[in-house]
């Protein structure tokens, strides 16, 4: 019986540059085209803790973390961007595994996680986990990280 698609078996190889380990060539060329040489600040796949680990009577639970793909900072050290690379923006690119992770990240850090979709000359932003969000047909078009993110959902 085959496995049905999930976020975990659909990534693509793991790709090595600058030191970094991404966890496919578009994620890796999202690096190269947008984030590397942009001059902003930038984190790739830190680790944010959305839920720390609790005990139960007898067992413990597991704390949550989540891993972004990219984080770009301000001159004073405040998250302007959260990027999570994906194919798309359908159920079947970003499962409600994901999207829950996103909201919980939104909720405890108070910026959204945007997800990214890269074309051949710039990608699609969509803040993911927050209410008044754009629809999938119209994600933000973007050519570099120096917007604001509100762009990317309704106002």
């Known amino acids: 019986m085959g496995t049905s698609p999930t976020a975990l078996n ?50 413990n ?3 949550v973390i989540y891993t972004p793909d990219v984080v770009i900072y301000d001159d004073s050290g405040h998250i302007l961007h959260v990027y999570d690379v994906k194919n798309g923006f359908t159920a079947y690119a970003i499962d409600t595994s994901v999207k829950l992770r996103f909201t919980l990240f939104a909720a405890k850090y108070g910026i959204p996680v945007e997800a990214v979709v890269i074309r051949k000359h710039d990608f699609k932003s969509i ?21 604001d993110w509100r762009g990317a959902m309704k106002l």
């Open 10 to 59: 659909k990534r693509g190889n793991k790709v090595y540059l600058d030191g970094y380990r991404f966890d496919s060539q578009k994620e890796c060329d999202f690096y190269t085209r947008f984030i590397r040489d942009s001059g902003a600040r930038y984190e790739i796949h830190p680790h944010y803790l959305l839920e720390d680990r609790h005990e139960l009577t007898g067992f």
């Open 61 to 63: 639970t597991r704390k």
């Open 127 to 147: 803040a993911m986990g927050i209410t008044k969000q754009r629809s999938a047909k119209e994600p933000l078009i973007c050519r570099d990280v120096f917007y």
